[in-house]
T-cell receptor, first 109, second 113 residues
Framework: ELKVEQNPLFLSMQEGKNYTIYCNYS?????LYWYRQDPGKSLESLFV?????AVKQEGRLMASLDTKARLSTLHITAAVHDLSATYFC?????????FGTGTSLTVIP | NAGVMQNPRHLVRRRGQEARLRCSPM?????VYWYRQLPEEGLKFMVY????????ESGMPKERFSAEFPKEGPSILRIQQVVRGDSAAYFC???????????FGPGTRLTVL
């Protein structure tokens, strides 16, 4: 069974600081997805990474994929309060999506 | 293009009753996934379906839970004889063939009294 691990599970960071969330997975895949979930809401797609070395950026978030290391990162630059949410990575294999445990991010003033 | 639709959004059942959760995928999406999320936890895969076929039900409890995606109409997740432990948010997602990402519905929040 494919395992997807995220760390940290909980992250509290100050506004203006930078931080990285890590997503490790246990088997070969070249499709990696990042989602955001606000409390009580559904999941919103953020990034789709489809090849080794892929990097995508949207605002203060940047995601990258290293398929050889089986690692994706979500980097947060100069955090602001409205980035507070839970972030999930998901690994695609075949027609399946396997989700990580989520990282709950709280940005404090 | 309407997104993934789920209904009801909230469902309250007493122990022993049946819960039926519906999911209409996005137009053009042939793959449907059901996930369960307990409070403060991640997403647990339950079942993956295509039209009239269950492709992977490895995440479904062996008893009381069933799913279908008929030729016409929405996908249905059915929970018979609900127990308090079934209380959770149930999310449906749909996707076209890979590598596109899956899109999530708003979820059905099931409360078992």
């Amino acid at each position: 069974e494919l395992k997807v691990e995220q760390n940290p599970l909980f992250l509290s960071m100050q506004e203006g600081k930078n931080y990285t969330i890590y997503c490790n997975y246990s088997t070969t895949s070249d499709r990696l997805y990042w989602y955001r979930q606000d409390p009580g809401k559904s999941l919103e797609s953020l990034f789709v990474l489809l090849s080794n070395g892929a990097v995508k950026q949207e605002g203060r978030l940047m995601a990258s994929l290293d398929t050889k290391a089986r690692l994706s990162t979500l980097h947060i630059t100069a955090a602001v309060h409205d980035l507070s949410a839970t972030y999930f990575c998901a690994v695609g294999t075949g027609n399946q999506f396997y989700f990580g445990t989520g990282t709950s991010l709280t940005v404090i003033p | 293009n309407a997104g993934v639709m789920q209904n009801p959004r909230h469902l309250v059942r007493r122990r022993g009753q049946e819960a039926r959760l519906r999911c209409s995928p996005m137009k053009g999406h042939s793959h449907v996934y059901w996930y369960r999320q307990l409070p403060e936890e991640g997403l647990k895969f339950m079942v993956y379906l295509q039209k009239e076929n269950i492709i992977d039900e490895s995440g479904m409890p062996k008893e009381r839970f069933s799913a279908e995606f008929p030729k016409e109409g929405p996908s249905i997740l059915r929970i018979q004889q609900v127990v308090r432990g079934d209380s959770a948010a149930y999310f449906c997602a749909s996707s076209p063939p890979p590598p596109e990402s899956c899109s999530f519905g708003p979820g059905t929040r099931l409360t078992v009294l």
